[in-house]
């Protein structure tokens, strides 16, 4: 949608109000142009169809990359210590941008083919928990020696064969468990699984996503405890005390040449501005010999020199391929594992899709464009997995947030960050510089953003009725065995015993898989103990948008599918029977379908930002 002109020759840009589709000014009534403080507030600069100058699209992709930098590099990170690679920055730097390199592309494919919002793709937390569990089974657990960084040689054969035949039994089942996803999409089926899903399955399984991963943060910031405290509060800093505090950059502009304009740095990269000043403190401490310099020293790993090769032994341009660790392998207790956090991502990813729709001036999603969206994650989730992240795909909450937080839901701004990220992944400096963070700021990282996950979960219960002793037991009950219940396998690997190795090694990862634990209690319990559905949440969590553009011209110009697409299947009958193509004509203007084409969302429309987004604006 192009800005028209008013008559000073400013450009009139279109807007979003109540979640509806961004109308120019001279489209309303006339009462509604006296518009109020508040309303001004939330007036969009950009819409979703509308196209910014290429350079902006640049900065402003740059700012959503900047955004997801820390979920993006802290899975790799994270995953490294499950493959036995915590002394192979090189490996982890190959990691790094492979990730980089496929969630810009499953970011392209999802903007153009699937939800078709200004929605950025990257790796999951939701995989990650599983992964961690599958890869402490007793077979997968790391040799001795390639714990003492002195007897790691990267480049001997045996090293290579340990990282990599974890790498490909995870690969093998994320590739698999995304089919899954691929079909639910694709098929239509994303919308029997929300109806029996509320507040009180999905706040135990994302609560328990930050919490099963404590472990992970202690150690890391534990490695000095003084840098991740220095991390901790920088990050807090930033994005709870200074974020309403504006700082001045010098721009320019026709109209009013070089001037200064306030820009919330605080508030859109704390976490980002928290480890790079982290990291500079580090490099001075080590620069100065501040910090030890013997292994068996503590406060050793701060150092910023360990992996200082890393960026020169690093290669400028390396092009991820799939299968670049080898041919891919599968185990039904991984897939299963895998399984409980794609059905955990798809129902983030529709929370997402609402909530992108209402930030970025588009009407609410009808369903066929929401199954197409999940469909495309779990592609990107098999495209993950061939590729050899380690991990799948989902949509970004974070980047969700930065909408609200930029005015900007241009679609062509989140391309650019797709393509910027593809760029990223194919230059191979870059993933290195990454690898050399010291583990005491990357605990640090990790103790603020799994804290904020896990807040984020249980703020899901507003919607339900927390006065409720059924819902308190419910809760209540699903959260501790979804620590209890992982922490004695981890401790007793040996007891699962039924005399049937797969169903062991399946049961094995569930049950120390802590989001599956929780949420298959929350999920049991919450369906089969008697309660009303507005003492469960289900009518705040599932209400209907009852809204009539859902079928508009509006809505198909945001959600049909590109390149002429949709009106050439429009002429076929049978477009009415395929669940994720949009509706043809007819079906659209004649009215019999006004409220029959959109997915129930996960949160009431008139609700100011859905829970995910939380981890976005908090961070």
Not at 359 to 376: C, Y
Request: hydrophobic fraction near 45%.
């Amino acid at each position: 949608m192009a800005p028209e002109k008013n008559s000073n020759g400013l450009d009139n840009y279109a807007f979003a109000r109540d979640g509806r589709f961004c109308d120019l000014p001279d489209t309303q009534h006339g009462e509604e142009l006296d518009m109020s403080m508040e309303s001004d507030n939330n007036k969009l600069v950009y819409c979703v169809t509308d196209v910014p100058p290429w350079y902006l699209c640049i900065i402003l992709g740059i700012q959503h990359c900047l955004t997801a930098f820390g979920g993006i590099i802290a899975i790799p990170l994270i995953l490294s210590q499950g493959l036995c690679l915590q002394f192979d920055g090189i490996t982890q730097s190959h990691l790094i941008s492979t990730i980089f390199f496929v969630s810009g592309v499953c970011t392209l494919l999802q903007v153009t083919f699937g939800i078709r919002l200004p929605i950025l793709q990257g790796g999951t937390f939701t995989l990650l928990a599983p992964s961690m569990a599958m890869l402490s089974m007793p077979e997968w657990q790391c040799p001795a020696w390639t714990q003492n960084a002195s007897l790691v040689n990267t480049s001997s054969t045996e090293f290579t064969e340990v990282w990599q035949t974890r790498m490909r039994a995870l690969q093998g089942s994320i590739m698999v468990g995304s089919l899954f996803q691929v079909f639910v999409g694709f098929s239509g089926l994303i919308g029997l699984f929300m109806r029996f899903i509320g507040p009180l399955t999905i706040a135990p399984t994302i609560s328990l996503i930050g919490l099963s991963l404590f472990d992970s943060a202690g150690t890391s910031a534990g490695n000095h405890w003084g840098i991740s405290t220095m991390t901790i509060a920088l990050i807090i800093l930033f994005s709870q005390y200074l974020r309403h505090i504006p700082v001045p950059f010098p721009t320019y502009s026709k109209e009013k040449k070089l001037h200064t304009s306030n820009v919330y740095v605080f508030q859109i990269l704390p976490v980002l501005l928290g480890i790079t000043l982290s990291w500079l403190i580090c490099y001075i401490l080590t620069t100065y010999n501040a910090l030890p310099s013997e292994p068996s020293q503590y406060g050793y790993l701060a150092r910023t020199d360990l992996k200082g090769d890393v960026i020169s032994q690093a290669p400028w341009f390396r092009f991820p391929y799939p299968g670049q660790w080898g041919m891919p392998t599968v185990s039904l207790a991984g897939v299963i594992g895998i399984l409980a956090g794609v059905i955990s991502s798809m129902i983030e990813s529709v929370g997402d899709y609402h909530a992108c729709a209402r930030l970025s001036g588009a009407p609410p999603p009808p369903k066929h464009a929401i199954n197409r969206g999940i469909g495309i994650e779990g592609l990107g989730c098999l495209l993950a997995g061939a590729w050899g992240t380690g991990n799948g795909t989902t949509s970004y909450s974070e980047n969700v947030g930065a909408l609200g937080i930029t005015k900007v839901g241009s679609r062509m701004v989140i391309v650019a960050s797709g393509v910027l990220m593809v760029v990223m992944g194919v230059f191979g400096k870059a993933g290195a510089i990454f690898t050399t963070i010291p583990s005491p700021v990357v605990g640090g990282m990790f103790m603020v953003m799994f804290g904020v996950i896990s807040a984020a979960g249980v703020s899901n219960l507003q919607y339900a009725d927390m006065n409720s002793s059924r819902n308190i037991f419910i809760f209540g009950f699903s959260m501790f065995s979804g620590l209890v219940i992982p922490n004695w396998i981890f401790k007793n690997p040996t007891a699962i015993t039924t005399g049937v190795v797969e169903l062991d090694q399946v049961l094995q990862v569930l049950l120390t898989t802590s989001m599956f634990v929780g949420g298959f209690f929350g999920f049991m319990l919450d369906n089969t103990i008697p309660g009303s559905k507005h003492e469960r949440g289900i009518l705040a969590w599932n209400k209907a948008h009852e809204d009539e553009s859902s079928n508009t011209l509006e809505s198909g110009e945001v959600y049909n599918l590109p390149f002429g697409i949709s009106s050439y299947l429009s002429s076929s009958s049978l477009i009415r029977y395929i669940p994720f193509c949009p509706p043809s004509e007819l079906d659209s203007l004649d009215g019999s379908g006004a409220h029959t084409n959109a997915l129930e969302p996960k949160q009431p429309l008139g609700h100011a930002e859905p829970s995910q987004i939380i981890i976005g604006v908090a961070m």
